[in-house]
């Protein structure tokens, strides 16, 4: 009897060291494998806050004029009421949606791609107003245009928004001084047709949170061979587009 006990407890033991490793090879990348991950550069001669996101995720903060923005793209995976973002990776499924969801560029699970660049987002997400953590909402088209007013107008702003040199940046990355210290990267897109990737290392894409009519609303948009930071043009910016999205303090 004694045997039979030491091998059931060993059994015991052995299944529940197994179901620990299974669920550990299945979890999602959490906050903490994030956190301190991220290779941007951001400018050395700025004194930089931090803001803290519902997933844990901390992030450098600049203030640039009157407005405090994120100085790096968000990935938090949660809502601020704690219930979980729709992660959807099928490109069918992603184009069909109606409701807020998030995809990393290429459904990457690089720890270090998601940390610098963040996660995509589409127009359904932001539209819940439970992206941001308390203290700090989605920009409107009003306010990104404060800041490109600030910055001398949308023909220069994007060069002193950018991160410079071509590390996170295609080839060539016109006029970028990152002045400013909002260092943007070019986190791509993922596209409202199609549900593919598109633009990495060639465009940065950021909602606002101002709708247009007709399914379209208002997004902001930087480039690796110019130094505007262009408003996307009537039309332009579909719901179920996934764009980067930096936030704004309140």
Same mark, same amino acid.
């Given at each position: ?43 050395? +001669?700025? %004194? ?8 844990? *995720? ?20 949660? @809502? ?6 729709? $992660? ?6 992603? %184009? ?7 995809? *990393?560029?290429? *459904? ?15 127009? $359904? ?11 700090? $909402? ?53 596209? +409202? ?15 606002? +949170?101002?709708?247009?009519?007709? *399914?379209?609303? @208002? ?18 910016? @579909?719901? %179920?587009?996934?764009? +980067? ?6």
């Amino acid at each position: 009897m004694r045997l039979v006990s030491k091998f059931f407890i060993a059994f015991l033991i052995l299944a529940y060291l197994n179901s620990c490793s299974s669920d550990d090879e299945s979890s999602d990348i959490d906050s903490d494998s994030l956190n301190g991950k991220t290779t941007a550069n951001f400018n050395s +001669s700025i %004194t930089y806050g931090t803001m803290t996101d519902q997933d844990g *995720n901390i992030y450098k903060t600049v203030t640039i004029g009157t407005q405090t923005w994120m100085a790096e793209n968000l990935r938090t995976t949660k @809502y601020n009421d704690g219930s979980a973002i729709d $992660h959807v990776t099928d490109n069918e499924e992603w %184009t069909d949606l109606t409701t807020g969801a998030y995809c *990393n560029y290429n *459904n990457t699970t690089d720890a270090v791609q998601i940390a610098t660049y963040g996660r995509l987002y589409n127009w $359904h997400a932001v539209d819940l107003n439970k992206l941001a953590p308390a203290g700090w $909402h989605m920009p409107s088209a009003a306010e990104w245009t404060t800041l490109a007013n600030y910055l001398g107008g949308n023909d220069i702003a994007g060069g002193k928004l950018k991160e410079g040199g071509v590390q996170h940046w295609k080839t060539y990355n016109e006029g970028a001084t990152n002045e400013t210290g909002f260092t943007a990267l070019p986190g791509g897109a993922r596209s +409202s047709s199609t549900g593919t990737f598109v633009s990495f290392e060639e465009r940065g894409m950021w909602w606002s +949170s101002t709708y247009d009519v007709l *399914n379209f609303s @208002y997004s902001r948009y930087l480039y690796n061979n110019n130094d505007d930071l262009v408003q996307a043009s009537y039309g332009s910016s @579909y719901l %179920t587009d996934g764009f +980067s999205v930096r936030l704004i303090k309140d």
